[in-house]
């Protein structure tokens, strides 16, 4: 069994990340650590930086993803008893943005981390939280603060690192990050080995630029948050090229503007987007943080969001905007096939947010660590859509891995409605369809199964909404659901996940059906 799940999910991957794979494992990297280029002091910055959220709390307490860890070194930067993405984030050094962080306690902890995590040893010296710490210490240095030449000596030395391990064999939002770096320290340093840094970070976003940001502005890994978070890497990068009067490429300018574009229609009116996918707030910056640095960089100008339909179709999203509701809708596929981490079992899902409150919410994710609440937090019954005969609609398995996958087969988009159809990756023959349809009062979906002996539609509420059944009527908060073709309807209790390490109790319906079912929220 193990086997095959190996086998159905390598049969995806490119054969750039089959060749790193086992490159990673046979050559180790040796790195120059004797000295560093010279670097640009009065190097121009004017840059808009967005304030992180992660804050160093003085007095050995870090407060991480909705954690505070007291921590004693130099063996608290590997702690085993600590989740592995929670040391990641203490590495990647956010907090030198964040105001609430005194800088002395920056300095030492730069200072704590060059002398207690020497090359190559520890989380820290992976590549993905060697980007981002690379790009935070420029940051913070060229926003009037002072890396000391340790430090600085630090940063060629990471950056050699880095650049020896590439993550080819993931490819997308890290592989991105990594080129990001390469950018940021090849035009903070000076010199010929600054310049090849560079041009090697240039030559991958060009190729990655196109690959990872769709034609309708979405990120390819399709989370909200990653989407957020990578078009904030890409205004950087184009506003570093601008103050060092360097030029831009068109191709990257018209992504910058598609992907904000894209956020906007995916934002909701209290500027939180749909937990759709691997997503969870307080981690990646908000809209209008971003409409901030885009709007200094003369970009173009993006249209805001009208009434009725927009439809999003490299991405699959969709939403209708009615007048006193906003509808986002999940009508595509898993994502790219070479890297579905971040994919869940979500096809067909949605969100409502109405009367200016969220009511129908996605469960979101609390952790990426390997174990029973990261598989239901992928899995198909924590997301609003039809379970078939107890089966995923992918096979999801590990902490990131999907071996087969469903595929939508059709899908189409009007005015007023939305259809779209999948099969399970169990057969082809076991397919879900839904149409949504959209009105002034109401919102219909008409949910249609093949070839299955049971189906459970879920409807997860927002923990503020009251949740009841009166004669056949459900109640939540501002609206009435009523439904037809209904075998059962079960009130039962679930944990949204809004942020990291953050349960909330709520409340979902389980409605179950066999060939048809018909739900029509009264808004």
């Known amino acids: 069994m193990a086997s095959m799940l190996y086998f159905y999910t390598l049969r995806h991957l490119k054969l750039i990340q089959l060749i790193n794979r086992f490159t990673r494992r046979l050559f180790s990297v040796k790195v120059d650590a004797s000295s560093a280029p010279s670097y640009q002091i009065s190097s121009p910055y004017g840059h808009k930086i967005i304030k992180k959220h992660r804050v160093f709390i003085p007095g050995s307490n870090y407060n991480i993803l909705n954690l505070t860890k007291k921590l004693s070194f130099p063996e608290g930067w590997n702690d085993h008893n600590i989740p592995k993405l929670w040391l990641y984030n203490l590495h990647y050094f956010d907090g030198l943005l964040n105001d609430e962080t005194p800088n002395s306690l920056k300095q030492t902890l730069i200072n704590l981390w060059i002398e207690q995590n020497p090359p190559g040893k520890g989380n820290g010296w992976e590549p993905y939280p060697i980007s981002l710490r690379i790009v935070n210490w420029i940051k913070w240095n060229l926003s009037g603060n002072k890396l000391y030449d340790q430090a600085i000596q630090s940063l060629a030395i990471q950056t050699r690192y880095l650049i020896g391990t590439l993550e080819f064999h993931l490819l997308g939002n890290h592989l991105f990050a990594n080129a990001k770096a390469l950018i940021f320290s090849g035009l903070f340093f000076e010199g010929k080995e600054a310049d090849n840094w560079y041009q090697q970070g240039y030559r991958i976003l060009q190729e990655q630029i196109p690959e990872q940001f769709l034609k309708d502005g979405a990120h390819f890994e399709l989370s909200t948050t990653y989407h957020a978070t990578l078009t904030e890497d890409l205004l950087d990068i184009i506003q570093l090229l601008k103050l060092n009067n360097m030029e831009i490429p068109t191709t990257w300018q018209l992504a910058a503007k598609n992907a904000v574009q894209w956020l906007i229609y995916m934002t909701r009116p209290d500027g939180n987007p749909p937990l759709f996918n691997d ?160 009105d002034k009062g109401f919102v219909k979906l008409i949910d249609k199964v093949q070839n299955s002996n049971i189906a459970t539609a879920r409807i997860h509420f927002h923990p503020n909404i009251l949740v009841s059944i009166e004669e056949n009527v459900i109640n939540a908060g501002p609206i009435k659901i009523e439904f037809e073709g209904d075998i059962s309807i079960n009130i039962k209790e679930y944990e949204y996940a809004p942020k990291f390490n953050n349960l909330i109790p709520a409340k979902v319906l389980e409605i179950t059906f066999i060939k048809q079912l018909t739900t029509k929220i009264s808004i």
């Open 279 to 438: 997503a969870a707030y307080g981690i990646s910056p908000k809209l209008d943080e971003l409409l901030i640095v885009y709007h200094s960089m003369g970009l173009g100008e993006v249209s805001n969001l009208e009434t009725g339909m927009t439809d999003l179709p490299e991405s699959g999203y969709f939403r209708f905007e009615g007048e006193n509701y906003s509808f986002f809708g999940d009508a595509g596929q898993i994502g790219p096939d070479y890297i579905p981490g971040h994919a869940h079992c979500d096809m067909l899902n949605f969100e409502l947010f109405a009367h200016g409150i969220p009511i129908i919410v996605d469960t979101g994710t609390s952790t990426y660590e390997l174990g029973e609440r990261r598989n239901l937090e992928r899995s198909t019954v924590s997301h609003n859509t039809v379970q078939i005969d107890n089966f995923e609609q992918s096979e999801i398995w590990g902490a990131f891995r999907v071996a087969r996958r469903a595929r939508i087969i059709k899908r189409e988009v009007n005015n007023y409605n939305v259809s779209a159809e999948y099969f399970i990756y169990k057969s082809k023959k076991i397919r879900h369809k839904r149409e949504f349809y959209f």
